[in-house]
């Protein structure tokens, strides 16, 4: 094992600032390959794990599980990728291959996820980061690694969802949330043949969001528009944290349909609509490795691709301000601007 060194931006404690650390480089298994860090993206989903939303952040924590870079070093058992590879690492590093979700190819839903992000032990705000190799992904050389880093993440979270509901029949859906997940999945839906409505309390996003696919906008927060698209949708996706209006949306589904969730919106909503129009509310993580692996080729054919801000990795507190404040536009990712002193 090498005896270099990993530089990582750690915070270590609840809601800190992160703060450059270094650590020995994790032991390397024999499924495992260690990857040299060039870009990550930040996710909300890192903010959460820095404030410990989820009570089961371990600290001094590294965030990062967007993760783009090149092979370093191969464990004795991987034999489909070499020292050098451009690849890419999602929010899953891992899994138990074991547990009924795992032998069903569902590994996004093993039953020791906890312990399967990329983060852990460390993550991808650092100059290397390992992971076992069936959850790393050679990259095609035509996709820019900033594009690629978000589609880890990001574009698989929106991805999976709308490929598992699109039908041969063209069908109605609504974009809720125009922001990071929000405008990939625009871009998504559009390519898979529905009709597309993204809904934003923000009105300014109109134009950029009919650009990114949408054929209708409607502003989230018009009651009065909301009643007059009752029992129009077939299918919402619903990518916002923020508060939302329950009642008014559920209102717009036509019978039987979804409401699907890949954002942490509070609920709160009247169950008469849902039981007597036969909705369905559900949640959507992630997706498994194949349909990371169709996300790619999807992408890469109908030239989907986030809107990306790029900085350097030591402004990463700069760029998680950004974030939390809602100002990235709409995606950052980070670059290491810092000599490689990883394994």
């Not at 034999?79 to 890419?88: A, M, T, Y």
């Not at 125009?178 to 529905?194: E, N, V």
């Not at 923000?202 to 009919?210: I, V």
């Not at 007059?228 to 349909?257: P, Q, R, V, Y």
Request: glycine share 8%; aromatic share 8%; net charge negative.
């Amino acid at each position: 094992m090498s005896s270099k060194k990993i530089l990582g931006y750690a915070t270590k404690g609840v809601g800190q600032p992160l703060e450059p650390i270094t650590y020995a480089p994790p032991k390397l298994g024999q499924h495992d390959v260690r990857v040299s860090v060039t870009h990550c993206g930040v996710c909300h989903t890192d903010i959460h794990a820095i404030d410990d939303y989820y009570g089961i952040t371990a600290f001094p924590f590294v965030p990062g599980h967007e993760i783009v870079g090149h092979v370093s070093a191969v464990g004795k058992a991987v034999s489909d990728l070499n020292v050098g590879d451009r690849v890419g690492i999602g929010w899953q590093g891992r899994s138990c291959m074991k547990c009924e979700w795992c032998l069903q190819g569902e590994d996004q839903l093993c039953l020791d996820i906890v312990e399967s992000g990329t983060w852990v032990p460390y993550g991808g705000f650092s100059s290397s980061v390992i992971a076992d190799n069936r959850f790393v992904y050679p990259l095609p050389d035509s996709m820019p690694s900033e594009v690629a880093a978000v589609l880890l993440c990001a574009g698989i979270t929106v991805y999976s969802p709308l490929r598992l509901y699109a039908t041969e029949e063209k069908q109605k859906i609504g974009i809720i949330g125009i922001g990071g997940l929000g405008h990939l999945a625009l871009q998504f839906a559009r390519a898979l043949d529905y009709e597309v409505t993204a809904f934003s309390s923000s009105p300014e996003k109109e134009k950029e969001a009919l650009d990114f696919g949408a054929d209708h906008f409607i502003v989230s927060t018009d009651e009065a528009i909301l009643r007059e698209a009752m029992l129009s949708f077939d299918l919402l996706l619903c990518t916002s944290s923020h508060k939302i209006k329950w009642d008014l949306l559920l209102n717009i589904l036509k019978k039987k349909g979804r409401f699907v969730l890949v954002g942490f919106p509070d609920i709160e909503f009247n169950s008469t609509e849902l039981v007597a129009r036969q909705l369905s509310i559900t949640g959507s993580f992630l997706g498994n490795r194949a349909t990371m692996q169709e996300m790619f080729s999807f992408a890469l054919t109908h030239s989907i691709a986030p809107k990306v801000e790029l900085m350097p990795m030591t402004k990463v507190n700069e760029a998680i301000r950004r974030v939390k404040e809602n100002k990235a536009r709409y995606r950052i990712v980070l670059f290491n601007d810092t000599a490689d002193t990883g394994a």
